[in-house]
């Protein structure tokens, strides 16, 4: 079942301004570790933080908060599981308001697609809930 759909469009030129302006401050208040060593290999860096600033804004949609409510930046971030398909952590408020909204016997499964066609990059989140296994 959908507990959550999000979606956004953001402009990698916008931010490769914050990027200029704000430099280190902006990195560490938006982007976790991982997404910062994955995005400064690229060579369209502003790119790739562009993607993964639309998929923490539509994250924090499908969550229904948006960036309020204990949902920080830094609570979702994108990582891609051994198979390569994208999709997203949540810690700290965004974490607990996916097991909030999570129902009993079931666990959360987030799908995401990220994409860019400069100078737009796009990102979509479905949160679903999906009957756990007995495998635990």
């Not at 759909?5 to 938006?30: K, M, N, P």
């Not at 570790?33 to 060579?43: G, N, V």
Request: hydrophobic share 40%; proline share 5%.
């Amino acid at each position: 079942m959908i507990l959550g759909i999000g979606s956004d469009i953001t402009d990698a030129r916008r931010i490769a301004q914050a990027l200029e302006r704000h430099g280190e401050r902006f990195l560490d208040r938006v982007f976790t570790p991982t997404e910062r060593a994955k995005s400064d290999r690229r060579a369209r860096r502003a790119e790739s933080y562009a993607k993964r600033f639309a998929a923490k804004e539509a994250c924090a949609k499908a969550l229904g908060t948006g960036l309020a409510q204990g949902v920080f930046w830094r609570d979702m971030g994108v990582v891609n599981l051994p198979s390569g398909r994208p999709t997203m952590q949540l810690t700290g408020g965004a974490g607990e308001r996916l097991a909030a909204m999570t129902p009993p016997g079931y666990e959360a499964r987030i799908d995401l697609t990220i994409t860019d066609d400069g100078p737009l990059a796009q990102a979509f989140v479905i949160i679903s809930a999906v009957p756990k296994t007995n495998a635990e």
